[in-house]
């Protein structure tokens, strides 16, 4: 069973917003700093977005700087990202993933320390 679950993808034209969300399931989650990666047709997985366990620390990817926030509920044990002013080059499969905090502000840009991986979620944006 995977213990992540991401939801919210869809189709949304040039200019427009979307939101995320991933559950952890059967994990403290608050154990956990996590982050979110998109993999475009064609393209390898790259890092979007990062959040430590606390939500106290965030990273961004240069690329989508600006236009993300991502924030995260330990009592629901969710992760969120809120995409804005998306581009038809933001088309890609989004995942959120789960990596075991190192200390109190870790965040992660390196997609082979995280532990846990969801299924993706697809966006597409049209022009």
């Known amino acids: 069973q995977v213990p992540l679950v991401e939801s919210g993808g869809g189709s949304v034209q040039a200019g427009g917003s979307l939101g995320l969300s991933c559950v952890l399931s059967g994990r403290t989650f608050s154990n956990y700093a996590m982050g979110w990666f998109r993999q475009a047709p064609g393209k390898e997985r790259e890092f979007v977005a990062s959040i430590s366990w606390n939500g106290a620390t965030t990273y961004y990817a240069d690329s989508m700087k600006g236009r993300l926030a991502i924030s995260r509920n330990n009592a629901k044990n969710t992760v969120y990202l809120l995409m804005n002013n998306l581009k038809p080059e933001d088309t890609a499969v989004y995942y959120c993933?789960?990596?075991?905090?190192?200390?109190?502000?870790?965040?992660?840009?390196?997609?082979?320390?995280?532990?846990?991986w969801g299924q993706g979620t697809r966006v597409t944006v049209s022009s």
């Open positions: 993933a789960a990596t075991v905090s190192l200390h109190t502000n870790y965040v992660e840009t390196k997609e082979n320390a995280y532990d846990y």
